[in-house]
């Protein structure tokens, strides 16, 4: 069983950044492939950014070269980097784990997920 835990969310003008962290539970941290999705209010789930063991990195196009994900796995630990966020960012953001070496950007291939934190982006 992993557990994973957000962090980092918060309020911040259009423009500005923040960093969400997720520290998972664990032994075996770096066999889980791990992704960031995000909810906005009235909307689904959607894809944000995943990153393998070995640091493959995959995002969505409306995110790609605004944020950044990353881990530690000596830390146990996954991180989004959020730059130039707009008012759309705006949503609860979940981390997510599942076990394998693929990028995967399905929700439903994901086994463990966390409570999400919420990230607020005002105009």
């Known amino acids: 069983q992993v557990q994973l835990v957000e962090s980092g969310g918060g309020l911040v003008q259009a423009g500005g950044s923040l960093r969400l962290s997720c520290a998972a539970s664990?032994?075996?941290?770096?066999?889980?492939?791990m992704g960031w999705f995000r909810q906005a209010p009235g909307k689904e789930r959607e894809f944000v950014a995943t990153?393998?063991?070995?640091?493959?990195?995959y995002y969505s196009d409306s995110v790609k070269g605004r944020f950044t994900i990353s881990r530690d796995n000596a830390k146990n630990t996954v991180y989004l980097q959020m730059n130039s966020l707009k008012p759309e960012d705006t949503g609860v953001y979940y981390c997510?784990?599942?076990?394998?070496?693929?990028?995967?950007?399905?929700?439903?291939?994901?086994?463990?997920w966390g409570q999400g934190t919420q990230v607020t982006v005002s105009s």
């Open positions: 997510a784990g599942r076990l394998g070496p693929f990028v995967e950007v399905q929700i439903y291939r994901y086994d463990y």
């Open positions: 990153i393998t063991g070995s640091g493959r990195t």
């Open positions: 664990g032994r075996t941290f770096s066999s889980y492939t």
